[in-house]
């Protein structure tokens, strides 16, 4: 059973750029939730993915934004990068829309500079 | 506005000892409860859970007690080890809450420190 893995690990981006985050889901995950972690806080819910749809979102910009594919796996975007979007992203997977068996990823790390 | 709370950034405890970390809740809504750990580089790896139906889940050495009426829960570990240091999470649900389900609201964290 392959756990949820996400890339890059690391990340710099200058404001005002875009950038994509990807995840793999956990084998007979159907459903992707991505977070954002700022230092020394606890990670926010940004939005969730199940079956190729948005299902719930966070407070959140609409430059936030995301896909889910037919083998689950996901992508998270942000347009017009700002210092503060700098924090770790994770990646959560789990069965139909659940939060039971929540797996997390280890993140992305993105600075912004 | 900050649903979950964890007012102790950080806790000490020898080896040995019991540890206790407290999370406090302000939805009632909330229906379902997890402790997460989490080392540094690592995302959350789950530890615990509870369900508001209960008051008390026990696996091993971490027991999870549930105080609906004062929207309160807490982490005992028991004997606390020096790899039990890390920070932990915990988190809520609401299950039953329209399309938000499958999401986590988390607290600020507490970092926890075993000592030989």
Known sequence: ETGVTQSPTHLIKTRGQQVTLRCSSQ??????SWYQQALGQGPQFIFQYYREEENGRGNFPPRFSGL?????????????????????YLCASSLDQGVYGYTFGSGTRLTVV | DQQVKQNSPSLSVQEGRISILNCDYTNSMFDYFLWYKKYPAEGPTFLISISSIKDKNEDGRFTVFLNKSAKHLSLHIVPSQPGDSAVYFCAASGTMIYNQGGKLIFGQGTELSVKP
């Open chain 1, 68 to 88: 889910q594919f037919p083998n689950y796996s996901s992508e998270l975007n942000v347009n017009a990068l700002e210092l503060d979007d700098s924090a770790l």
């Open chain 1, 27 to 32: 084998s007979g995950h159907n459903t992707v």
